[in-house]
């Protein structure tokens, strides 16, 4: 499971980075510029994430928080979006903002994460007491 996440960011990262340099370099921004600038920022927290999962000096919380800050960010992109001037977009700018399919995989995935984590309770050591043992005269008696 651990590697089907790291290759979903790593394709992520690698989509959001080339739309946004894409629509930078050709001049074509729709959209308001705060889009893009967090747009560059998940995309510079991913390549970290990655690289750092990559190098194996990841941590699982790492991952988690990268995927929570997603699907907040692509809120606030889905919320600003609506709230201003109705804007045609093309797919990559959907790719830019995010959808709704976003939040929901970056949800699971948080989901997943946390619940793995708390799947397993350690309990320590524990100690039993012995319970006596049962004389054959008693047990015939039943």
């Known amino acids: 499971m651990k590697q089907i ?82 804007v045609e977009t093309g797919w990559l700018d959907m790719l830019v903002t995010g959808s709704v399919l976003d939040i929901i995989l970056a949800a699971v995935i948080v989901f997943v994460a946390i619940r793995s984590k708390t799947a397993y309770i350690n309990m320590g050591k524990q100690r039993f007491q012995q319970v006596p043992q049962q004389s054959e005269a008693s047990s015939k008696l039943r």
Do not use: D, H, W
């Open 5 to 86: 996440i790291y290759y979903y960011l790593c394709l992520k990262v690698l989509l959001k980075a080339a739309a946004c340099g894409y629509l930078l370099i050709a001049g074509a921004m729709a959209m308001p510029k705060i889009i893009y600038i967090l747009c560059a920022l998940l995309v510079v927290a991913g390549v970290v994430v990655a690289v750092r999962q990559f190098v194996g000096r990841g941590k699982p919380n790492e991952t988690t928080m990268f995927f929570a800050a997603e699907g907040f960010v692509t809120i606030f992109n889905l919320a600003f979006v609506s709230a201003g001037t109705i």
